[in-house]
């Protein structure tokens, strides 16, 4: 998910905090018989809004989503794409001040700095994730990448939707070792000189990269701690890390003079031959990459040693989503079997479930094991068994900035 969002100044907060909880279009009655509320539900419109840089994610939802709905529940998905989360944020925002009680978002794809900055604003409706059929029968609601985001309670504000993961993707004809570690992906890149850079922060797999060596050269613990770090322990601690970054910096893609403004860049100098690595917080991308043809055949994946990041992303209701109802239908219909499978497969998309598969009965976990995932994919068990936990989101921020000022501005 996309991304970063800041409070513009002190007046907004204190106005946001004057604002009510009650401004919701429609009290939405989230407990009520299933059955009842999705009849409710029947012949109104959804509007979804969600990133919308994806080609594979934006086909998913147009060619499989939507006409499912309209067969099974006679709701009309309205997907609305925006280039970054807090443009979403920011709407519902300007929309609060005003006290604007019925809005134009139903749906929003969040995660992250994006949800604590929306509980902590009261931007969200009611707590309704539990009352989903599929999150009660589907969903481990207990495991810890759940029923926390970043290190934020999510207390069913929002609906856990994907797992994601970090991989880092190469060239298989131009590596032939891959470097499982930090350590030995700088003595590759000094003797690979030009061959491998990663995204400028603030984008978010940029920052993924940053915070996975955070955890490597570092460690994690003081970031979990309950006793928040002030500012100045987190600079100390970061130190490591920015020196790392600033030593293998002259030996990045054009010397490091300059770093890809986006993942999105970074993939483009992946596909021209000009950098042997690429990278992603989403382990089933390549494969679709491949299939659509933008990726070599001969691409691959692989994860370090020690693991990599992993989290959960999810559906919110906004406060004052005008179809409430419509809302919890979509999302439980996204959290059904078909539609997490379809999701998995490369084909459509290649996000990994948020289904807890020891819930499942065989015949519905052989509908995600007969996905082909492809050559460039790592297995799900390899995946599951190196899944190390974010740090919590006020850390994420914080490391952007130092980014650009200890290793940006060197």
Same mark, same amino acid.
């Given at each position: 998910m996309k991304r970063r969002w800041m409070l513009a100044s002190?007046?907004?907060?204190?106005?946001?905090?004057?604002?009510?909880?009650?401004?919701v279009a429609t009290e939405a009655d989230f407990s009520q018989d299933w059955n009842e509320l999705a009849t409710e539900a029947e012949g109104t419109t959804v509007n979804l809004y969600m990133w919308g840089g994806s080609d594979s994610i934006n086909s998913y939802f147009d060619e499989w989503v939507t006409p499912?709905?309209?067969?099974?529940?006679?709701?009309?998905?309205?997907r609305v794409p925006v280039n970054d989360t807090q443009e979403i944020?920011?709407?519902?925002?300007?929309?609060?001040?005003?006290?604007k009680e019925s809005g134009s978002i139903d749906i929003m794809w969040i995660n992250g700095e994006n949800f604590r900055n929306a509980?902590?604003?009261?931007?969200?409706?009611?707590?309704?994730?539990?009352? /989903? !059929?599929?999150?009660?029968?589907?969903?481990?609601?207990?495991?810890?990448?759940i029923a926390e985001d970043f290190g934020i309670p999510v207390d069913n504000l929002q609906a856990p939707w994907g797992t994601a993961q970090f991989v880092m993707t190469y060239n298989s004809e131009d590596v032939i070792n891959v470097p499982t570690s930090f350590d030995k992906l700088a003595q590759w890149v000094q003797d690979n000189p030009g061959q491998f850079t990663y995204p400028a922060l603030?984008?978010?797999?940029?920052?993924?990269?940053?915070?996975?060596?955070?955890?490597?050269?570092?460690?994690?613990?003081?970031?979990?701690?309950d006793e928040p770090l002030e500012r100045d322990e987190f600079d100390t601690i970061m130190e490591p890390v920015w020196e790392y970054l600033n030593a293998i910096e002259p030996y990045l893609w054009?010397?490091?003079?300059?770093? !890809?403004?986006?993942?999105?860049r970074l993939d483009q100098l992946y596909t021209n031959g000009e950098v042997a690595y690429t990278m992603a917080y989403d382990p089933i991308k390549a494969a679709a990459e491949v299939q659509n043809g933008r990726f070599p055949d001969s691409t691959r994946t692989f994860i370090f040693d020690g693991g990599t990041l992993s989290n959960t992303h999810y559906l919110a209701i906004p406060f004052n989503a005008e179809n409430p109802l419509g809302a919890a239908v979509v999302i439980n219909e996204l959290l059904s079997v078909e539609a997490q499978a379809a999701k998995l497969d490369p084909a459509n998309w290649?996000?990994? !479930?948020? /289904?807890?598969?020891?819930?499942?009965?065989?015949?519905?976990?052989?509908?995600?094991?007969?996905?082909?995932?492809?050559?460039?994919?790592?297995?799900?068990?390899?995946?599951?068994?190196?899944?190390?936990?974010e740090i919590p989101s006020i850390y994420v921020e914080w490391i952007e900035e130092g980014w650009l000022?200890?290793?940006a501005q060197n």
């Open positions: 002190s007046a907004l907060i204190f106005a946001l905090g004057a604002c009510s909880q009650e401004q499912r709905l309209e067969e099974q529940y006679d709701i009309s998905l309205n944020l920011t709407q519902l925002l300007d929309e609060k001040t005003a006290g509980k902590d604003n009261d931007l969200l409706n009611q707590p309704f994730a539990d009352k /989903l !059929p599929n999150v009660a029968e589907l969903v481990d609601q207990q495991a810890p990448q603030p984008d978010f797999t940029g920052g993924a990269f940053v915070r996975h060596a955070l955890e490597e050269i570092v460690g994690t613990e003081q970031f979990t701690s054009r010397a490091g003079d300059t770093y !890809p403004e986006s993942l999105a290649g996000d990994l !479930p948020v /289904l807890d598969f020891s819930k499942l009965s065989d015949e519905q976990q052989q509908v995600f094991t007969a996905i082909d995932l492809g050559e460039a994919s790592l297995s799900i068990e390899e995946l599951e068994s190196k899944r190390i936990a000022e200890n290793v």
